[in-house]
């Protein structure tokens, strides 16, 4: 099960200013529930990133982290993941390792 892709600013805002924050070197986890029953995504990496080519590949690597966990969370929340200029030294499993344990500590698993 793939989550849905969160796309509007106003929900975006909206996890971002009432949902529970999870710090990390790397990545940093927003949690909300949602009133639709669905697990959505979002995924931010701005300018401090870096260039086009470091965002991207940010993005990415998160995204494919998500994929490996997904499985362990609950429908009706959604999720911002926001990458920090750190991602980008990231290797993918070291990004699942961190998601895992924001995950853990929003009581998830």
């Known amino acids: 099960m793939m989550p849905q892709i969160l796309r509007r600013d106003?929900?975006?805002k909206r996890v971002l200013g009432r949902?529970?924050?999870?710090l990390g070197r790397g990545v940093v986890m927003y949690t909300f529930k949602n009133r639709c029953g669905l697990l959505r995504l979002g995924v931010i990496a701005?300018?401090?990133?870096?260039?086009a080519v470091e965002r991207n590949r940010a993005r990415r690597?998160?995204?494919e982290a998500f994929r490996?966990?997904?499985?362990?969370?609950?429908?009706?929340?959604?999720i911002v993941l926001i990458a920090r200029a750190a991602t980008i030294n990231?290797?993918?499993i070291e990004v699942?390792?961190?998601i895992f344990s924001h995950i853990k500590k929003a009581g998830f698993v």
Do not use: A, C, M, W
């Open 10 to 12: 106003s929900d975006f």
């Open 19 to 22: 949902g529970r924050s999870f």
């Open 46 to 51: 701005s300018k401090k990133v870096g260039g």
């Open 61 to 63: 690597v998160i995204k």
């Open 68 to 78: 490996n966990l997904v499985r362990l969370l609950p429908t009706g929340v959604d």
């Open 90 to 92: 990231y290797k993918t």
């Open 96 to 98: 699942q390792r961190e």
